[in-house]
């Protein structure tokens, strides 16, 4: 099945497997079929998802590189909201205007990578068919089976 998805969505999608993975008992009344294909077409989106994860730190990375170095930034202290004091870099107001530049094309850059489609053959789920099976009293909620329904 062909399908095309956000790189945003497969965030949101990735997002939300991380977190069900961590609860062994989330996904136990599917079937050893449903969770093959599933476990296939989350390694489809987790690539995406990694994609823009190391497209962003990278971009990161250049600013620091840049902004925060010795001629173009200095040391401060920022108070927390219980007063601990810890040390910071903060860009110097001579250059802030182009910090601000720069973080706005990051922005734009990152914004328009999220709003990209990616093409997916993703091998079906019968959410239908799991829903006959399901207990009532199961572990997924509408937004898992929102997230499933992804996969018809």
Known sequence: ??????????????????????DKNKLNGLSVKTLWALRKNMKKIAEVA???KEFKEGLEQEIKDDFFN???????????NEGNETPAQKVK??????????INEINGKLNELAL???EFDFTPIDIEAEMDRLDIDCNLNMDDLDILSVFE
Do not use: P
């Not at 107001?93 to 720069?102: G, I, K, S, V």
């Open 1 to 22: 099945m062909t399908k095309e998805l956000l790189v945003m969505e497969c965030i949101n999608i990735n997002g939300w497997y991380d977190q069900v993975r961590q």
């Open 50 to 52: 990694d994609y823009f």
């Open 70 to 80: 010795s001629e173009k930034s200095e040391e401060t202290v920022v108070k927390d």
């Open 93 to 102: 107001d001579e250059y802030l205007q182009d910090y601000q530049a720069r």
């Open 116 to 118: 990209t489609k990616e």
